[in-house]
Nanobody, 127 residues
Framework: QLQLVESGGGLVHHGGSLRLSCEASGFTLAYYAIGWFRQAPGKEREGVSCISRSGGSTNYADSVKGRFTISRDNAKNTVYLQMNSLKPEDTAVYYC????????????????????WGQGAQVTVSS
């Protein structure tokens, strides 16, 4: 069974850091581009970051540039999202997602391209 499992969420104070992990099971993550998305209460889901199969291409939403870093360890079948200088407006449920990509250097911020989704991890930043 193909599955993505997020971990590492929690409660942190304004300015703090968290690292989210997204571990794949049932498939080889190296063949997939990965995206992180988030959804806050009452708001639409938004793309946060994505990383290509090779890890050589990454993209970030303007709201997180310079604070978040996406990375992957294909040997561990895991993708990470390091979140620093967290703000209360970062509070949301964070989801990782995967789509099979032929290109090594491509990823997407469009949720519709993604085939597999994790269950989500809650991140709460207190002011």
């Amino acid at each position: 069974q193909l599955q993505l499992v997020e971990s590492g969420g929690g409660l942190v104070h304004h300015g703090g850091s968290l690292r989210l992990s997204c571990e794949a099971s049932g498939f080889t993550l190296a063949y997939y581009a990965i995206g992180w998305f988030r959804q806050a209460p009452g708001k639409e889901r938004e793309g946060v970051s994505c990383i290509s199969r090779s890890g050589g291409s990454t993209n970030y939403a303007d709201s997180v540039k310079g604070r978040f870093t996406i990375s992957r360890d294909n040997a561990k079948n895991t993708v990470y999202l390091q979140m620093n200088s967290l703000k209360p407006e970062d509070t949301a449920v964070y989801y990782c997602a995967a789509f099979s990509s032929l290109g090594l250097g491509y990823c997407s911020g469009y949720a519709g391209e993604y085939d597999y989704w994790g269950q989500g991890a809650q991140v709460t930043v207190s002011s």
